[in-house]
């Protein structure tokens, strides 16, 4: 009692018992050798070999033509990055020293003054090692990498009892093998839109902690509502003493008159503090919304913790107030379960599209990227993005951006379109991973739902790897130990406040009913669907399932021909030359666009290779512009209808949002074709009767921060296209039908320019123009 009574007094004059934690980031230039040691040069950390290569001018930029071939020897050799550094605090002073790696991709034996600190083999985790008794003045420090490649074989050459498929990609996307056996972004050993580019290096923070007592190593803010909001605080904590530690916790929320005291205690190795603070019933929350349902609102919380012996830890964090409801229930008038979202009781449709990593090398992503991504989706009127399981757990950036715009996010884990071992070393890694996730990402009211993996479900329930009937059970066993009883064991644990869903597509709560995988994943009348039909007329809706929630559907379409410049050499520039033929990873997928192209656009005939290659681009982009705006629309327009026991469809994220290289894929935001009019046409475009060949003409002028471009057109001119090159930036309206003789775009630019630049690099394309 007298010693909470000290505390409450050392808390009311600011004081502390003892100075705080001291945080050394190891971030900088660090050196890097391969295997044999032919090559020794500087790199980057947080960054990874491919890039330090490239900035030293030792390779080429790997999406150049073929170097995604040429450069496969980068992945299968082994690095080694290594540094010297001065300890920069007096050692005996503190308890525990830890070295913390936030993120390292992925397989490497760690040193420290040649002392064995550990191994990594995930690169979704994050990794702390104990060095207190080894650290010295000056230290020299060892990450020795193993090739993914090979440590990913070697893995599955281990597994003897039985394989687990698929064992490589389709041959098509010139991709690794054996994916499913490490834990690496999954789509780096290719995918149908991407390369292979198996990365090594150390691709998030590094640093030394020192403290005594205790230190905070999570923090997170989790709100819940019965009748009063509520706030749960929890905080974990890295606890050096032998003994518990009592103290007191105050959390202070200004604008919503709340101040509450906690005595607490702390239990030694990873000890935990949870506090749940009732809101004052005299404070009006205001509640976090979607976007273009309301605003997002958020609060200052300074949480203090003064712990016996130790020293004061002030946290200062934002609460968001939301609630969040995945509604499965029967429907009138249908068979099977609605499957839609509430936010703040509140029914809510999911407009918006699906991410994938925005590079190949996450250290080139920068805030800037990710803020122009996510707020062109924002202005696009998106409120949802599905993180898909192929490839990475964002960074917090893109979450904090996605909470400033009300982005939802539909959260994966990080396992896709495969089947995955079970051992116990496999599982303890996996859990590790999920736990850190999930306590990295709960704060943020964006995140919406959590999702065991993508298509899994489906793989095993429509049998993609061809698996005997008699070795059927093995398979299914292993999927519900891993996403059952490991993933979603651990998510329930840490998080209440979100629905949990086992895979995408599902049938829900009737997949758990037939035991975690239905007969058909696909089925309208329950759970969420994914959809591709690239043969049937995309303007024929008849062919569109009437689902309760589309999750993924789409159509591909090959990139500005001024983004494919910027790789490729003259050359390349034809249909049908190697480079389009290199560059296309998803099987029959050129000539999947032509036949699309071919129900209501007339193909260009021209002589000139190179104009006709610019006007199929065109064409493509056309194409798939008009395709998903079908598929879309006939997913709204099925929100309200229930037709033959079909419709309610609350939910629509085409595939994908964004491009990670420059090749055909399914991406829309390549400065994209879209307007905010739309025009029913009557007929296929090359149908059409009394379109005329058309002038058109374009001013440019600067006002204030953005560009002026006035158009003029001498007659109609359908799927008006701007494009600047590689002048990064949006314009207000792209691939309109251009009815009247004039039209004003506005160009928003993304980096400084001028009217000479913007100028320069113009083109002004209608479908008039493709001859």
């Known amino acids: 009692m007298l010693l909470l009574l000290i505390m409450i007094m050392m808390m009311a004059a600011g004081g502390a018992a003892a100075g705080g934690p001291e945080v050394h980031s190891l971030r900088g230039i660090w050196r890097l050798g391969n295997g044999n040691g032919s090559l020794s040069l500087r790199g980057e950390v947080p960054g990874c070999v491919h890039t330090a290569l490239l900035r030293r001018g030792l390779i080429q930029d790997p999406y150049n033509r073929f170097n995604d071939v040429l450069y496969r020897w980068i992945s299968l050799d082994n690095w ?4 010297t550094f001065k300890t920069p605090f ?49 230290n020299f420090i060892q990450v020795h990498f193993i090739s993914a490649i090979s440590y990913a074989a070697e893995q599955s050459r281990c597994h003897k009892a039985y394989s687990v498929p698929p064992a490589c990609p389709p041959p098509v996307q010139k991709g690794e093998c054996h994916a499913n056996f490490i834990r690496k972004e999954q789509c780096s050993f290719s995918w149908d839109w991407g390369p292979s580019f198996p990365t090594q290096g150390i691709w998030k923070d590094v640093r ?143 407009k918006g599209s699906n991410w994938i990593p925005a590079d190949s090398f996450q250290d080139r992503v920068t805030y800037d990227t990710l803020w122009l991504l996510l707020k062109s989706a924002a202005d696009a009127n998106m409120n949802a993005l599905r993180i898909w399981g192929g490839g990475i757990y964002e960074q917090d950036d893109f979450y904090d951006i996605c909470d400033e715009l009300g982005i ?119 759970g969420d669907t994914h959809f591709y039909d690239y043969s049937s007329d995309c303007w024929n809706w008849s062919v569109y399932p009437r689902t309760r929630f589309a999750s993924e559907y789409g159509f591909q379409s090959w990139p500005s021909f001024s983004t494919l410049e910027k790789v490729s050499s003259a050359v390349d520039w034809s249909y049908t030359s190697n480079f389009s033929l ?129 158009l003029q057109t001498t007659a109609i001119a359908p799927f008006v296209t701007l494009d600047v090159g590689n002048i990064k930036g949006r314009f207000s309206d792209n691939g309109f039908l251009m009815l009247e003789r004039k039209k004003v775009v506005i160009f928003y630019p993304w980096e400084p320019t001028s009217v000479e630049e913007l100028e320069k690099s113009f083109t002004l394309t209608s479908l008039m123009d493709v001859a």
């Open 80 to 83: 080694t990055y290594s540094r």
């Open 408 to 526: 939802m996010i539909w959260q994966d884990f990080m396992f896709a379109c495969a089947l995955y071992p079970t051992n116990q070393d496999y599982l303890e890694s996996v859990r590790a991973e999920v736990s850190h996730q999930v306590r990295r990402l709960k704060s943020h009211p964006s995140v919406v739902l959590w999702s065991g993996n993508n298509e899994n479900e489906a793989a095993i329930a429509s049998n993609w790897f061809s698996i005997p009937h008699a070795d059927r059970e093995v398979y299914i066993k292993d999927y519900v130990m891993l996403y059952v009883k490991n993933i979603r064991e651990i998510v329930l644990a840490e998080d209440k406040s979100r629905p949990f869903v086992v895979s995408s597509p599902t049938n829900g709560l009737e997949s758990i009913k037939e035991g975690w995988l239905s007969e058909n994943p696909y089925d309208t009348h329950y």
């Open 582 to 710: 290199h560059r296309q990873h998803h099987e029959n997928g050129n000539d999947q666009m032509l036949q699309q192209i071919g129900y209501h656009f007339k193909l260009p005939l021209t002589t000139d290779p190179i104009k006709k290659f610019k006007d199929t681009i065109y064409l493509t982009q056309v194409m798939q512009a008009q395709c998903v705006k079908t598929e879309t629309e006939f997913y709204r327009s099925s929100r309200s209808e229930i037709i033959k026991g079909e419709g309610h469809t609350m939910g629509a994220l085409y595939w994908q949002l964004n491009d990670i290289w420059q090749a055909p894929s399914w991406s829309s935001l390549e400065d994209g074709l879209q307007s905010p009019m739309n025009h029913h046409f009557l007929s296929s475009l090359k149908d059409a009767v009394g379109l005329e060949k058309t002038q058109l003409s374009a001013t440019v002028s600067q006002q204030d921060d953005v560009y002026i471009f006035d």
């Open 208 to 350: 030394i902690e020192a403290y005594n007592h205790y230190h905070l190593i999570y923090f997170s803010l989790t709100p819940f509502f019965a009748q009063q909001w509520s706030l749960e605080i929890e905080s974990i904590f890295n606890v050096a003493s032998s003994k518990p530690i009592a103290g007191l916790a105050t959390v202070n929320i200004p604008k919503l008159q709340t101040e509450q005291t906690y005595s607490v205690k702390l239990q030694p190795g990873e000890g935990s503090i949870v506090l749940l603070i009732n809101i004052s019933k005299n404070s009006t929350v205001e509640t976090w919304w979607p976007n273009g349902h309301g605003k997002q609102i958020g609060y200052n919380v300074t949480t203090t913790f003064i712990m016996e012996g130790g020293y004061q830890i002030e946290k200062i964090s934002k609460a968001y107030f939301r609630t969040v409801e995945l509604v499965q229930e029967p429907i009138p008038g249908s068979p099977g379960l609605s499957f839609y979202f509430k936010i703040n009781g509140q029914p809510v449709f999911l």
């Open 90 to 138: 007096d050692v005996r002073k503190w308890q525990k020293v830890n070295l913390v790696f936030e993120g390292v991709d992925t397989v490497a034996h760690i040193l420290l003054n040649n002392v064995t600190l550990g191994r990594t083999n995930n690169m979704f985790n994050r990794y702390s090692f104990d060095i207190t008794s080894m650290i010295k003045e000056v």
